[in-house]
């Protein structure tokens, strides 16, 4: 069966740093396209980013362009998500997401 596990959250101080790691297996992981999405307190889950099957092409939500990283490595099934320069507004619990499968998901809190 698919499964999606993240870890790699965790609590950081404003300015600082943190990388999500996401292991996929249940399918073939190098057909599929990968998101990370996140969801906040009381808020709506959004698309966090977006990494094309065999990584050439990536997307990413404007509130996070220029910080954030997504990246995958098919010979590991894994997607990653490196996060620099995080706001207390990136507290929330990300997400990996595939073919309509997600995760458990992993805590970002971002607090001095």
């Known amino acids: 069966q698919v499964q999606l596990v993240e870890s790699g959250g965790g609590l950081v101080q404003p300015g600082g740093s943190l990388r999500l790691s996401c292991a996929a297996s249940?399918?073939?992981?190098?057909?599929?396209?990968m998101s990370w999405y996140r969801q906040a307190p009381g808020k709506e889950r959004e698309l966090v980013a977006t990494i094309s099957r065999l990584g050439g092409s990536t997307n990413y939500a404007d509130s996070v362009k220029g910080r954030f990283t997504i990246s995958r490595d098919n010979a590991k099934n894994t997607v990653y998500l490196q996060m620099n320069s995080l706001k207390p507004e990136d507290t929330a619990v990300y997400y990996c997401?595939?073919?309509?499968?997600w995760g458990q998901g992993t805590q970002v809190t971002v607090s001095s």
């Open positions: 997401h595939a073919m309509g499968f």
């Open positions: 249940g399918f073939t992981f190098d057909h599929y396209a």
